[in-house]
């Protein structure tokens, strides 16, 4: 997602631009042209040699703008060239400006000389941001589509102040910019309440033990992220595994450890979705008897009696409404394909993603992930290997198409 694109980085003056650094770092990684702009008061932070050896090029400042140039001006090449723009960190300063269209330095006339979308990562002191002028100017800025918000969080502040304005994470940041570049921009979800499901579920046989899964809950996480970056409202239900729930703070996100516990709040949530995506690797079997205490390891039994848990989905798709759709997932080996459609058919779903877990980087604990997605009409579309957050957004193009 970020092999051969354009990212133009632009830092503000604030201690916040260290950790652009390591945003700048890890894009150069993967594969992404990236240039940097600094502003003078950014400068008194961070150096343009630090930039110009993370990005593999040279760093701007107002003297590149401002010196003769042999050939276009320099805010021009630079706002043609870039397919995202990222200002990170935002300053009050600089904020204002864009609100009002203003352009005094390198950074802020090559945001006007450019067409690309624009994420903006501001970082302050919680009274700074708090302002009604810049909380004005932060609202009035959105009214252009070319915006998009990595809000900030809350925490600890270099001020030691505790409060709203630490600058978003470099691991929120980065899957938001692979988003945008896959999207350029669109949020095409907006107004969309999806409802999904992530993760394993543990079945224990007593406090300590427990019948379950490899899931992690990556692929979920994925989707739901995919949602966010796309406009949706997000409804995460999460069993276990090991999603940072932090990249989730704009959904709501509901832990539930069992199969009878997800069961619960899928059924309790599904009245308010339009979309229902069921990415869990719920337990199929449970044990028959629940002990409330460590079993000593000599009363173990050789042989553990089980009972069938609740069909998640099938319950789903007796009490959807004709609007509403079921996605289910299918984590299979060998011949993954055929029995998805057996299971998309038996289980009422509108449409399956069927994703083989004997592949390499493929299936569960990976970054990558490979599917055909199904529909009840018979329409299939093959998902090559990819990362989780790509495979997420072509799942969300399927639906979009209208085919389900």
């Not at 343009?48 to 805010?75: I, V």
């Not at 978003?168 to 938001?176: C, F």
């Not at 990556?218 to 995919?226: D, N, P, Q, S, V």
């Not at 704009?250 to 009245?271: G, N, Y």
Request: with cysteine.
């Amino acid at each position: 997602m970020l092999a051969g694109k354009h990212i133009l980085i632009g830092i503000g003056g604030g201690i916040a631009a260290y950790k652009a650094c390591q945003v700048v770092s890890h894009l150069a990684q993967a594969g992404a042209e990236v240039r940097v702009i600094l502003t003078e008061a950014a400068q008194q932070f961070v150096t343009p040699l630090t930039f110009a050896t993370l990005s593999r090029h040279p760093a701007y400042t107002d003297r590149d703008f401002w010196q003769p140039n042999q050939g276009r001006p320099l805010h021009i090449e630079l706002g043609e060239w870039a397919d995202l723009f990222v200002l990170m960190p935002l300053t009050a300063n600089t904020l204002g400006k864009l609100t009002y269209g203003l352009a005094d330095n390198l950074l802020t006339n090559t945001v006007l000389a450019s067409t690309c979308p624009v994420l903006l990562a501001p970082a302050m002191n919680t009274d700074m941001w708090e302002q009604r002028a810049v909380q004005r100017n932060w609202q009035q800025l959105f009214q252009d589509p070319r915006y998009h918000a990595a809000n900030p969080g809350a925490g600890l502040l270099a001020c030691d102040r505790v409060g709203m304005g630490r600058m978003a994470e470099p691991e929120e940041l980065l899957p938001q910019i692979q988003s945008l570049l896959y999207t350029r921009g669109r949020c095409d979800l907006s107004g969309k309440r999806i409802l999904i499901s992530a993760g394993g579920t543990r079945e224990f046989l007593d406090p300590v033990r427990f019948l379950g899964n490899p899931s992690t809950g990556k692929m979920g996480a994925a989707l739901a992220l995919a949602a966010l970056h796309r406009g949706a409202q997000v409804t995460f239900v999460y069993g276990s595994g090991t999603v940072n729930l932090v990249l989730l703070k704009s959904a709501k996100v509901l832990v539930t450890p069992s199969a009878a516990e997800m069961e619960a709040v899928m059924q309790q949530e599904l009245p308010q979705a339009d979309w229902i995506i069921l990415c869990a690797a719920v337990a199929d079997m449970k044990p028959a008897e629940y002990r409330d205490y460590k079993l000593p390891k000599a009363e173990l039994p050789k042989a553990i009696p089980t009972i069938a848990v609740p069909d998640i989905a099938a319950g789903l798709a007796q009490r959807k409404q004709p609007q509403q759709r079921l996605i289910g997932f299918a984590a299979q080996t060998g011949d993954y394909v055929t029995p998805a459609l057996e299971k998309l058919h038996r289980k009422g779903l509108d449409a399956i993603v069927a994703n083989p877990i004997d592949q390499p980087n493929s299936g569960f604990g990976t970054d990558q992930n490979q599917a055909v997605i199904c529909d009840r009409s018979g329409h299939q579309v093959a998902i090559e290997p990819c990362s989780k957050l790509e495979m997420a957004h072509k799942v969300f193009d399927f639906l979009q198409a209208g085919k389900v």
